[in-house]
């Protein structure tokens, strides 16, 4: 049962530079999340996702952007990195979402350094 | 600026009971409070859940007042296992809704 897994577990690029962090899970789960926690600003929402091909926004989207070809997959996109995204970034997914709340499932994190 | 606040940590002894609330003052009026526990290099993990008055579970126990601007999470006779940093989560209406994590409380068990 892989459940819910992130790559890559950690990521090392330079400013501008073009940066895809991806997330899978394996219980077809319809909401997936992206958020980013960094200290003094504890976890907070990047994007998030209804279903395929359903996005919207979070607390702090700005410079990032995701797409949802697929219901297992989240990938998200810095198109140009910069300092300020040196981050650990977080997926979950649910079964349901902002319509019901339900228990979120964390994947493990992707420790990202932006030089 | 309606906001979700926490006691940024506590300190306990093995064997009591950790108290911990979350103040969250224009939830959203139909939605849950979720409470999260983190160990350091991992992703939060759900601990309890609920939407009013007192839900119990094998590991804490949730309370929220009838005004539900606040919740409070129990953890009975806590152990060295049970240091960690715990989060509640809800949606804040003037936040559009949108799920909104605490700032986090970091509890250290002592023996």
């Known amino acids: 049962d892989a459940g819910i897994t992130q790559s890559p577990r950690y990521k090392i690029t330079e400013t501008g530079r073009q940066v895809t962090l991806m997330c899978h899970q394996t219980?077809?789960?319809?909401?997936m999340f992206w958020y980013r926690q960094d200290l003094g600003h504890g976890l907070r929402l990047i994007y998030y996702?209804?279903?395929?091909?359903?996005?919207d926004k979070g607390e702090v989207p700005d410079g990032y952007v995701v797409s949802r070809s697929k219901t297992e997959n989240f990938p998200l996109t810095l198109e140009s990195a910069t300092r300020s995204q040196t981050s650990v970034y977080f997926c979950?997914?649910?079964?349901?979402?902002?319509?019901?709340?339900?228990?979120?499932?964390f994947g493990p994190g992707t420790r990202l350094l932006v030089l | 600026l309606a906001k979700t606040t926490q006691p940024i940590s506590m300190d306990s002894y093995e064997g009591q009971e950790v108290n911990i609330t979350c103040s969250h003052n224009n939830i959203a009026t139909n939605d849950y409070i979720t409470w999260y526990q983190q160990f350091p290099s991992q992703g939060p993990r759900f601990i309890i859940q609920g939407y009013k008055t007192k839900v119990t579970n094998e590991v804490a126990s949730l309370f929220i007042p009838a005004d539900r601007k606040s919740s409070t999470l129990s953890l009975p006779r806590v152990s060295l296992s049970d240091t960690a940093v715990y989060y509640c989560?809800?949606?804040?209406?003037?936040?559009?809704?949108?799920?909104?994590f605490g700032g986090g409380t970091r509890v250290l068990v002592k023996p």
């Open positions: 996702s209804a279903a395929a091909d359903i996005t």
């Open positions: 219980w077809s789960h319809s909401y």
């Open positions: 989560l809800v949606k804040i209406k003037a936040a559009g809704n949108k799920l909104t």
């Open positions: 979950a997914s649910s079964e349901l979402g902002q319509g019901v709340q339900e228990t979120q499932y």
